[in-house]
């Protein structure tokens, strides 16, 4: 016979989940402290899936770069970019925060909790992780704006689909690129 769930069993495993430490990628830009440099970063960290939870790059940003910044680089000056990820897609369990989950992460999500998102609607990571918030927190309400999708907002899609396929090179990985990310060299 089962155990029954009481109040204080939820309370350990919200305190177990709470405790919880996960491996993360930290990864962007900083200015150079002439500041006429922009340089890459990239380190390897621990954080509390809490914050990982609320807002992973707010407390990158905030708590940890600061201090990591100049101790890995000496000439760091102040960040530009910051993308935060699990620092293996392996590592990934039932317990990670979908913000840190990759796009076939995402996919394999939805798969999962069988969610009503069409993944082939929204091609970039961004896109796809808002849908999924939004048929979580209203499922009706997403699933009209879903539907309400055209044929010319799909061959819009497939155009841009096309077009990050062909210029796969310039995006990071896992990330897409946005319009001042873009660099494009005469060949």
């Not at 402290?33 to 939870?53: S, T």
């Not at 990759?102 to 069409?118: F, Q, S, T």
């Not at 819009?156 to 210029?167: A, G, S, T, V, Y």
């Amino acid at each position: 016979m089962a155990k029954p769930i009481t109040k204080s069993t939820l309370a350990k495993q919200k305190q177990s989940r709470k405790n919880t430490v996960l491996q993360v990628r930290i990864y962007g830009t900083y200015h150079s402290k002439n500041k006429k440099e922009i340089k890459k970063y990239e380190c390897v960290a621990k954080m509390p899936i809490a914050e990982l939870e609320e807002n992973p790059v707010y407390y990158v940003k905030k708590h940890l770069l600061p201090r990591v910044g100049p101790a890995l680089y000496e000439d760091w000056g102040r960040h530009r970019e910051i993308y935060v990820e699990l620092a293996d897609q392996n590592e990934a369990t039932d317990n990670t925060p979908i913000d840190l989950l990759d796009r076939d992460g995402l996919i394999a999500y939805i798969d999962d909790e069988n969610l009503p998102v069409k993944e082939n609607l929204f091609l970039e990571k961004s896109s796809l992780l808002q849908a999924i918030k939004d048929c979580i927190d209203n499922e009706a309400a997403f699933l009209e704006y879903q539907d309400s999708i055209n044929e010319k907002d799909l061959e819009e899609i497939k155009r841009k689909e096309n077009l990050l396929e062909l210029n796969a090179d310039l995006l990071k990985p896992g990330k897409t690129a946005k319009k001042d990310q873009i660099h494009l060299e005469a060949i």
